[in-house]
């Protein structure tokens, strides 16, 4: 079966401007989780939607939002971005949330650069 | 506050001898330990993981340890093969929940 698809794989964007970045779960999966990785801090939670509600967010600003819609995909926005939003974001999905522990699949990412 | 940590930023070892990598955690609530192997420009792949009331887990080349006492676990790959070559973290998981805390990597590298 088809895995966790991210799209943009790869994006510039200017300091200012908006981004949004989208995740299509694998079929039947309906929680999906966002993750940030950048050199500095590492591999760092964003969010996990679960059937359309934001179970857990992490410490990030206010500009980090996101949205799970009805067939499970969703999508993140970063607003007036930044250069130190230069990051692998990441999504993942699984059945339920908190559910088998081995069944938790990651897509490969969308690459933002900020100039 | 860095829940998880993975204090070996490095690890090089020789095809065939093991391999162990260490992560140290703070939050006893922890649920589940994990570790993802990760290439860069892809996603983590799930390699193998331990509850919090186990001690042992082992998948074929794979061991993971829990010492919970020491809030410590361990990733043993015996033997060590150069496909083993990646960044591997270490991650928590808390109960019902899809959140992961993640260390920050240790590069394995296994030559020849």
């Known amino acids: 079966k088809a895995g966790v698809t991210q799209t943009p794989r790869y994006l510039i964007k200017t300091r200012g401007q908006q981004v949004t970045l989208s995740c299509s779960p694998i079929?039947?999966?309906?929680?999906v989780s966002w993750y940030q990785q950048t050199p500095g801090q590492g591999l760092q939670f964003l969010f996990e939607?679960?059937?359309?509600?934001?179970?857990n967010k992490g410490n990030f600003p206010g500009r980090f939002s996101g949205r799970q819609f009805s067939n499970s995909r969703s999508e993140m926005n970063v607003s007036t971005l930044e250069l130190g939003d230069s990051a692998l974001y990441l999504c993942?999905?699984?059945?339920?949330?908190?559910?088998?522990?081995?069944?938790?699949?990651f897509g490969e990412g969308s690459r933002l650069t900020v100039l | 506050d860095q829940q998880v940590k993975q204090n070996s930023p490095s690890l090089s070892v020789q095809e065939g001898r093991i391999s162990i990598l260490n992560c140290d955690y703070t939050?006893?609530?922890?649920?589940?330990f994990l570790w993802y192997k990760k290439y860069p420009a892809e996603g983590p792949t799930f390699l193998i993981s331990?509850?919090?009331?186990?001690d042992k887990n082992e998948d074929g080349r794979f061991t993971v340890f829990l010492n919970k006492s020491a809030k410590h676990l361990s990733l043993h790959i015996v033997p060590s093969q150069p496909g083993d070559s990646a960044v591997y973290f270490c991650?928590?998981?808390?109960?019902?929940?899809?959140?992961?805390?993640f260390g920050t990597g240790t590069r394995l590298q296994v030559f020849p």
């Open positions: 331990i509850s919090s009331i186990k």
């Open positions: 079929s039947g999966h309906r929680s």
């Open positions: 939050n006893s609530m922890f649920d589940y």
């Open positions: 939607y679960f059937s359309e509600t934001q179970r």
């Open positions: 993942a999905s699984s059945l339920v949330s908190g559910g088998d522990i081995g069944e938790l699949f």
């Open positions: 991650a928590a998981r808390g109960y019902n929940t899809d959140k992961l805390i």
